[in-house]
C-alpha cells in the first residue's frame, strides 16, 4: 500500500506539537519557582487589588523595603492587604500635591518633584518622579512603546537605566526637567513641566501604575496623566520577559482610579516623588 | 482517517461526489481549529515560555521561526506554480515536486512550535484587534492545513479543490505573519 505522505506529515506536526508542549510544561514547572518565585501567587489571585501590592517581575535595583511599598492608593479598599511599613504619606497620595515645602528657598533642583509632559514632537509622554535619593521615569506612546526606568538621584541630575538598554539623563529643576530617553533605538527628548495640583480633578496629573494577572498572565499598565488632564498609557503583556508584548492602555477612570482591561479591574496606584507613594 | 475507499467503478455523478469528498476533510479540518481556539481560551495560558540560546526573547524565536515558515510558504506558492506550469517559459523540472513536498513539510513543521508556544503561554486572546485577528488565523490556519493534507491523497477530487486549499493556507500563513513577526519586528526591531 502506497504510504499516505500527507497524513504522516499531519501526525509529524501533532507528535511535534505535544512534544513541545510536553516540554513547555516540564520546563515551565521546574523554572516557575526557581526563576520566578513571585509567580505562582500572581497565578493564583486573579482580583485587581491584590495585584496591586507589588510589581515583583520588574528587576528594579531598589532594595526590598522600596519594592514593598506600592501600597494601594485606592480609595474603594480603605484597608490595604499589604504589609503597609509605609508612612502616613501613601494613605492619602491622591490628593498627593502638597507644597513642596522641603523644596523652598533658592535650591536649585528639589528633592521631591513629579514631572509631567510630552516629549518633543508629541509622539509619547514621560513621566518623572524623584523621591529623596531615587527615582523613577516612564515613557509611553499610549501603543507598543513602554519604558519603566528606575536609578539615583544625584544633584539635580538623573541617570536611570532600564530594560534593553533603555536610558534616560536629565537635569531637572523647580520648573522643569529636561534631557532624553533611549528605547528600542529611539531617542526621545523633552521638556517637562513640575506637577501642579489641580482642584478639579479627583486624581492628579502624575504617573499611575497597575500590576494584574489577566488570564493567568502578568500584565502592567502605565498611565501618564498630564497637566491638562488627559492621559497617555500603555500596559505591558507578560512585563517579566525581555521584550513584553505592548499595547494601548484601557482608559483610566480619573473618578476612580481604576481601569477595566479584558474584564479585571486595575487599580491604579500613584507614584509620586513628592509624597514618596510608589516608591 | 475514516473509510476513504475509492469507487473503482466510474463515478455516477462526478461533480457531487468529488464535492462530497471534500466534506470529512473539510469537517476535521474545522473541528482541529476550534480545538484549538478552545484549548487557547480556556486554558489558562502561563506566560512560561521555552527561550532558545541565543535568542533574547522568546518573541525573537517565534518571530523567526514564523519568518522562516512564511519563506517556505512563498517557496510553496511557486513551486506549485511551477508545478502546473501556470509561469510561461518556465517547464517544471523533475525535482519540483520534491521541492514543493519538503517545503511544505518544514514550514509546517517550524510553524507547529510557535503555534504551541501562543496557545500554551499566551492563550487565544481578543485585547486588540491584531490580536484578535490573530488568535482566529493562528487557529484557523491548522485547520486549514488538515483539510489540504487530508484532501491531497484524494482521488476524483474537484481541479479546483486543491489550489483553493493550497492559496487559503498560504494567505492564512501570510496574515499571521502580519499579525505578529511583521508586528513584532517593526514595534521592537529586527534582530535575534
Known amino acids: ?83 503597609a511599613q509605609a508612612t502616613a504619606a501613601t494613605t492619602a497620595p491622591a490628593q498627593a500635591t502638597a507644597p513642596a515645602a522641603a523644596s523652598s528657598g533658592t535650591n536649585a533642583y528639589p528633592p521631591k518633584a513629579d514631572y509631567v509632559g510630552k516629549v518633543n514632537g508629541g509622539g509619547a509622554a514621560v513621566a518623572i518622579s524623584v523621591h529623596g535619593t531615587k527615582a523613577v521615569a516612564y515613557l509611553c506612546n499610549g501603543g507598543a512603546v513602554a519604558s519603566w526606568l528606575r536609578g539615583s538621584v544625584s544633584a539635580g541630575k538623573l541617570n536611570l537605566t532600564g530594560k534593553n538598554g533603555a536610558r534616560l539623563s536629565l537635569d531637572y529643576r523647580k520648573s522643569d526637567a529636561t534631557g532624553f530617553l533611549m528605547t528600542d533605538g529611539t531617542k526621545y527628548t523633552f521638556s517637562a513641566p513640575l506637577v501642579h495640583r489641580v482642584p478639579s480633578l479627583h486624581r492628579q496629573p502624575g504617573l499611575y501604575e497597575a500590576t494584574a494577572t489577566v488570564h493567568g498572565v502578568m500584565i502592567k499598565a502605565g498611565w501618564i496623566v498630564l497637566q491638562d488632564g488627559s492621559q497617555i498609557g500603555s500596559v505591558e503583556y507578560d512585563p517579566g520577559s525581555a521584550f513584553p508584548p505592548t499595547a494601548q492602555a484601557p482608559v483610566l477612570d480619573l473618578s476612580t482610579g481604576t481601569a477595566q482591561y479584558d ?11 513628592l509624597s514618596g507613594s510608589g516608591f | 482517517m475514516t473509510a476513504q475507499t475509492d469507487a ?170 502580519f499579525t505578529s513577526a511583521f508586528w513584532f519586528f517593526s514595534t521592537f526591531g529586527v534582530h535575534r
Not at chain 1, 518565585?37 to 510589581?55: E, F, R
Open chain 2, 8 to 177: 473503482p467503478s466510474a463515478a455516477p455523478d462526478p461533480v457531487s461526489t468529488g464535492i462530497g469528498k471534500l466534506i470529512v476533510p473539510s469537517l476535521i479540518g474545522g473541528l482541529v481549529a476550534l480545538t484549538l481556539g478552545i484549548y487557547g481560551r480556556l486554558h489558562s495560558p502561563t506566560g512560561v515560555v521555552v527561550n532558545i540560546a541565543g535568542f533574547s526573547s522568546a518573541g525573537y524565536v517565534k518571530s523567526w521561526l514564523a519568518t522562516v515558515a512564511t519563506v517556505f510558504a512563498i517557496v510553496q506558492v511557486i513551486s506549485a506554480l511551477v508545478m502546473y506550469g501556470k509561469i510561461p517559459r518556465v517547464t517544471a523540472p523533475s525535482w519540483i515536486g520534491t521541492l514543493h513536498r519538503w517545503s511544505g513539510r518544514i514550514a509546517f513543521l517550524v510553524a507547529v512550535p510557535v503555534a504551541v508556544n501562543c496557545l500554551y503561554a499566551l492563550g487565544f486572546q481578543t485585547y486588540s484587534t491584531r490580536v484578535l485577528i490573530h488568535s482566529i488565523l493562528g487557529c484557523a490556519f491548522f485547520g486549514a492545513f488538515s483539510i489540504k493534507m487530508l484532501i491531497l491523497p484524494k482521488r476524483g477530487v474537484p481541479g479546483w479543490a486543491l489550489p483553493v486549499a493550497g492559496a487559503l493556507v498560504f494567505t492564512v500563513l501570510v496574515a499571521l505573519w
Open chain 1, 263 to 273: 474584564g479585571v479591574t486595575l487599580v491604579a496606584s500613584l507614584i509620586s516623588g
Open chain 1, 1 to 83: 500500500m502506497k504510504l499516505n505522505t500527507p497524513l504522516v506529515t499531519l501526525l509529524a506536526g501533532l507528535v511535534l506539537g505535544v512534544g513541545v508542549l510536553v516540554t513547555s510544561a516540564v520546563w515551565g514547572s521546574g523554572s516557575s519557582s526557581a526563576a520566578t518565585p513571585a509567580g505562582n501567587p500572581y497565578a493564583a489571585t486573579s482580583s485587581a487589588p491584590a495585584a496591586t501590592t507589588a510589581a515583583p517581575a520588574q528587576s528594579s535595583p531598589a532594595t526590598a523595603p522600596t519594592t514593598a511599598a506600592p501600597t494601594s492608593p485606592a480609595p474603594a479598599t480603605a484597608a490595604t492587604t499589604a504589609p
